[in-house]
């Protein structure tokens, strides 16, 4: 597989990361909705590069006279990510199911309340910190793994880069999209996709990592 084909659904699973949307969405439902939605947006953009890129220089700088990554050494790599991935879903599937049958528990988390008081500077703070939570960072290290396992020219790995960040960008950026177009409009289809989110997250999130666990275990084992 070549490395855009892993790469993308690597990008689908930043994508679809329900709590980095939750977030933006809470904020758009603020009072200070657009200025926080755009510092956040702007951190959480300035977060997914910088930890891609340094974690891809990082795998850069192992001595290896000028050689892509052995397949040895990135197939068992995504093959322990995937393996990671795959619990990491069935434990998430778990959690979420059980939480939905507790009758005490709120519909929305209280954190999630708390993140619509937020000012321009925290919310931009806070778009940079997500970036290092546990799934965050496996999926950077996995798409790192696979932008040093092929010998790609520095313009193809600007550009595999490129298309990444975008994916995994899009779907906190079009909500700010939506509210920047529509104003106040938008509100209803934000409150209803702020509430669906909030229901199912779990099963958002069980089933993309399932998908891109079964893409790197694949890719592994064709590499060993």
Known sequence: MDVLGVLLPLALGVAFSSVPIMVMLALLLSPRGRSVGIAYLLGYALG????TVGFTAGLRAIPRDGEPLPDLVVGLGEILIGGVGV????????RG???RQDPGRPEVPGWLERVGRLRPVSAFLVGL??????????LATAA????NAGELTPLGW???TAVYLAIGLSTVAAPVVVV???????RPALE???????RNSYVVTSVVVVTVAVVLIGDGISRL
Do not use: P
């Not at 619990?87 to 778990?94: D, E, G, L, P």
């Not at 790192?144 to 932008?147: D, G, H, P, Q, R």
């Open 48 to 51: 997914l590069a910088v930890v």
């Open 87 to 94: 619990w990491f879903a069935i434990w998430a599937f778990r």
């Open 97 to 99: 199911r059980r939480g």
């Open 129 to 138: 910190v997500l970036n290092v939570r546990a799934k965050a960072l496996v």
């Open 144 to 147: 790192a793994l696979a932008l």
């Open 158 to 160: 600007a550009i595999d």
């Open 180 to 186: 920047w177009r529509s104003g106040e409009r938008a």
């Open 192 to 198: 209803r996709a702020h509430a669906w989110v909030a």
